[in-house]
């Protein structure tokens, strides 16, 4: 069981489960679980996009309030708190071989549509004038999910295709996941 020493001064904790917990420290929140689903949203005419609830809740609870917001393939944009932005961005520096030039490509895509940016009080995060002509997606509804730490945001006309390509072989991808014991 992870702990921290509590910085109030409360008294002692206990842990609901496991062992007792020294006086004075409290367990460790579990990290933010983030939203699951698709949902709609909205970037309105000023370029902020307009987060549901659920995805509030899971980017107050991080200890990081700053974000990244760009695309890697200018059809789709991510929304990633700086820390995990820090760690793909490391990750494309660091590439080698067959896919330096690919990573130094992305990274470019990434730096030339992306700004640091924040959440509002009203759950509003304001996107580059950049990235949001890209895509179209300026005072336009999207659809939006939270998949490997980030937050993924698809223009309408994306979505749908992601879409129709799912229910196009959705029986066989159900079938052969259920063989090899995935679903």
Do not use: H
């Amino acid at each position: 069981m992870r702990i921290y020493r509590d910085t109030i001064g409360v008294g002692p904790k206990v842990a609901r489960m496991g062992p007792k917990v020294e006086a004075g420290a409290v367990q460790v929140p579990p990290p933010q679980e983030p939203p699951r689903g698709i949902y709609p949203a909205r970037v309105d005419e000023r370029g902020r996009l307009k987060l549901p609830v659920p995805f509030q809740q899971f980017l107050n609870g991080l200890p990081e309030k700053r974000l990244f917001a760009t695309s890697l393939d200018r059809r789709t944009a991510r929304l990633y708190p700086l820390f995990a932005w820090t760690e793909t961005e490391n990750a494309l520096r660091t590439a080698r071989g067959e896919d330096a030039a690919r990573a130094k490509r992305v990274r470019f895509t990434a730096q030339e549509l992306g700004a640091d940016a924040e959440m509002d009080s009203q759950g509003r995060v304001l996107l580059s004038p950049e990235l949001r002509r890209e895509l179209g997606i300026e005072n336009q509804s999207v659809r939006i999910f939270a998949e490997d730490g980030r937050i993924d945001i698809l223009p309408e006309a994306i979505y749908e295709e992601r879409r129709r390509q799912a229910a196009a072989t959705a029986d066989a991808d159900v079938e052969a996941l259920g063989m090899s014991g995935l679903v």
